[in-house]
């Protein structure tokens, strides 16, 4: 029997101060990871267009400020518009049925056709969280993009936002919990995801659960330590792989609008926010190259195995290895600066990137972390394969065998032997739990 071994892998990076400077950092890191055969890659929760973090928008219950409302239009101005409608036309959106601009063939911000490029480009199905905008509503989403489709149908928003998130982001459509069959590297899966505290949601995960997902992607902005046990625990009740990734954030790389008068910010995003599709590839890798100047830093395991922290270093050379040698495969590219999967890997904070900032600034004491991160990799038996990474920027790789699904169900299948359908069922308005063809 064929082995069907797919290796996944979570960045764990934080948001840059516009969508096209984080969607190039997605690029270098997907190139990175294509270096090292990734087939699938997710990125954190709102990693385009930012996790609002510390801002309370100048709300509290019967009261709402002129500079929480600027603030608010800020954060409106960096989200990313995918084209959809506002109520959520999936089947239309996906098939690019919505009617664009005259004279245009776009429909949105062209983020869409970006993702589409550079998986593409890269050979990845690339999973990202993305705070959309569509009309005058955000959305906390999901997007899943492959190399040869494009961006799947199945975007997701946020079904349930937490506590504050609320005043911010809509709450999305239950039927985008509709699992995805998908083809990786040759091998076929059905993906799950779910995002952040939505994975807290016992019926929202049994209604991943029914439709028979494989590998389950859970993006979050949750860094503490009990998250670990939530994916472990999702692991051993779907018998799936977990893949989590958040962002690690100091207090200076959070958005300046947090923390001021909204009228000089909002001007601002009037003023320089480009379109992400706009940019040249030239433009493109020049802002790469700016975000690139830190060393690249490996984390040994006490196994001896390596993690690679920072991604981007010596991805120039390969993205003109790329250019140079036109079709040549990105397996064939040196095998410098590689990540190797480890087994139960105990990371140790990396002291350069603990000790300086995205934006090349000198971290000090008081220049606290405000996500310490956490992301990790989780066995269908629940066992802690990769990570968590605690206060560094990072990429975790696992080679995942998708038959330990199976072999795990042997004793324990939550939708099938152990349900006693006989007595318990689920239903969801809107979503049919038939697991995908």
Same mark, same amino acid.
């Given at each position: 029997m064929m082995p069907r071994t797919i290796r996944l892998a979570t960045a764990q990076s934080p948001s840059l101060s516009t969508v096209t400077e984080t969607l190039a950092a997605l690029r270098t890191t997907a190139l990175?990871?294509?270096? +090292? /055969? &990734?087939?699938l890659i997710l990125f954190p929760e709102a990693y385009l267009g930012h996790y609002p973090r510390q801002c309370t928008f100048g709300s509290s219950i019967g009261s709402r400020t002129a500079m929480g409302r600027e603030q608010y239009l800020s954060y409106y101005h960096g989200a990313v518009d995918l084209g959809d409608t506002q109520a959520g036309d999936v089947e239309a959106w996906a098939r690019r049925q919505l009617p664009t601009p005259e004279g +245009? /063939? &776009?429909r949105g911000d062209g983020t869409r056709?970006?993702?589409?490029r550079v998986a593409a480009e890269t050979g990845l199905v690339i999973v990202s969280g993305v705070v959309e905008r569509a009309g005058s509503s955000l959305f906390c989403s999901i997007v899943c993009v492959d190399p040869i489709k494009g961006m799947l149908p199945n975007k997701r928003r946020k079904v349930m936002p937490t506590g504050t998130e609320r005043l911010v982001w809509a709450q999305g459509d239950p039927a985008t919990l509709k699992a995805m069959r998908v083809t990786v590297k040759g091998v076929e899966v059905t993906i799950g995801m779910a995002v952040c505290w939505e994975n807290f949601m016992p019926l929202l995960r049994y209604a991943l659960y029914k439709q028979g997902v494989d590998i389950w992607l859970a993006p979050t902005a949750d860094a503490r330590d009990g998250w670990q046990?939530?994916?472990?625990?999702?692991?051993?009740?779907?018998?799936?792989w977990v893949v989590s990734s958040n962002q690690v954030v100091r207090q200076s790389q959070l958005p300046s609008w947090v923390f001021q008068s909204g009228e000089t910010e909002g001007k601002r995003h009037q003023e320089h926010i480009?379109?992400?599709h706009s940019i040249s590839d030239e433009t493109s890798h020049q802002l790469q190259r700016s975000q690139s100047r830190r060393k690249s830093s490996i984390l040994r395991t006490e196994e001896g195995h390596e993690i690679c922290i920072g991604m981007e270093e010596n991805v120039a050379d390969f993205e003109q290895a790329i250019a140079e040698t036109d079709d040549q495969a990105i397996e064939d590219q040196p095998e410098s600066n590689q990540i190797f999967p480890a087994h139960k890997a105990k990371v140790k904070p990396d002291p350069y990137l603990t000790n300086s900032t995205r934006y090349g600034t000198k971290a000090t004491e008081e220049d606290a972390f405000v996500c310490r991160g956490g992301s990790l990799i989780v066995s269908p038996m629940g066992d802690v394969v990769q990570g968590p990474l605690w206060e560094a920027e990072g990429l975790l790789i696992w080679d995942a065998d998708m038959d330990d699904c199976?072999?795990?169900?042997?004793?324990f299948d939550a939708?099938?032997?152990?349900?006693?359908g006989d007595a318990f069922e689920l239903r969801v308005r809107g979503l049919d739990l038939v697991?995908?063809?």
């Open positions: 990175t990871a294509a270096r +090292s /055969d &990734v087939a +245009s /063939d &776009v056709e970006e993702l589409e046990a939530l994916m472990r625990t999702i692991a051993m009740e779907g018998r799936a480009p379109d992400p199976v072999r795990g169900k042997l004793d939708v099938g032997h152990y349900a006693r697991p995908p063809p």
